[in-house]
């Protein structure tokens, strides 16, 4: 008991001793940071105490510094033996830094110990899951080219389906320009007779409601066949789209013939 005391009161009579020591600045412990391990480009908050020993008001500039250079700066006005907290945001850069801060009163300064802090890199992205058409084209890309290097005799009958498939796809799309585009000589012959009929009407002065009718009915099938022709262009030129069309229609003529082999025979 009589030895707690005794350290008990060599405590209490130091602290005037401290205090007198340094009249303003920083505690002993006047510096730290919200995290010390971090990744590239987080936040690291510091914090800063300054106190204010004399007995007179006191304004003065903390800086914040990384590796000793400084990243931010406060102003404070600290009363009479008063004190505050001063904080700064900094942006973690990869590798290891210092953080320490920096007390200037006119021409009295005051310097805290550096914090060390451990900045690691940022992983790289994880690439994103390709998409189910996407998984198709690979799979799709790899069976062809493996098909296509090899000698056997069913990669070879594959080629030449796949071959044929291709032509068939090519000429599928040359077939399709000419209504997609709305340049077929049909289509042209329907526009010259519709011209030659407005006009012989206008000629004689009067409009036939059923020739009106007629024409309308034949703009409206040249736009609908146009516009599946367009459709149906689109997915011939697109080959991947073509290839999983074909590969879908395939399947389900495949479930037709199952289900008509399997069909309740009486």
Do not use: C
């Amino acid at each position: 008991m009589r030895t707690f005391a005794a350290l008990f009161t060599a405590l209490f009579l130091a602290i005037p001793t401290l205090a007198s020591a340094s009249s303003f600045g920083f505690p002993r412990q006047p510096l730290w940071v919200s995290a010390t391990e971090a990744k590239a480009g987080e936040s690291i908050t510091v914090y800063a105490a300054v106190y204010n020993a004399t007995g007179d008001p006191m304004k003065g500039t903390v800086s914040f510094l990384a590796d000793g250079t400084a990243f931010d700066t406060k102003d404070v006005n600290l009363a009479a033996g008063g004190s505050t907290l001063a904080t700064a945001a900094w942006s973690a850069k990869e590798g290891t830094h210092t953080l320490s801060a920096r007390f200037e009163s006119g021409t009295e300064k005051d310097t805290t110990d550096a914090v060390a802090v451990k900045v690691a890199a940022v992983p790289p992205p994880t690439p994103p899951v390709p998409s189910v058409v996407d998984q198709t084209i690979q799979q799709t890309t790899a069976i062809v080219q493996g098909l296509s290097t090899s000698s056997s005799p069913v990669a070879k009958i594959a080629n030449a389906v796949l071959n044929q498939t291709e032509n068939l796809r090519m000429a599928g799309a040359d077939f399709l320009e000419p209504y997609a585009h709305g340049t077929t000589g049909t289509a042209a012959s329907t526009s010259e007779a519709n011209s030659s009929h407005a006009t012989t009407s206008v000629a004689k002065g009067f409009t036939s409601p059923a020739s009106a009718n007629s024409s309308s009915g034949k703009s409206l099938l040249n736009t609908g066949i146009q516009t599946a022709a367009a459709a149906a262009l689109f997915a011939f030129d697109t080959k991947w789209l073509f290839y999983l069309l074909a590969v879908v229609l395939l399947l389900l003529i495949l479930r037709g013939l199952k289900r008509w082999v399997n069909r309740p025979r009486f």
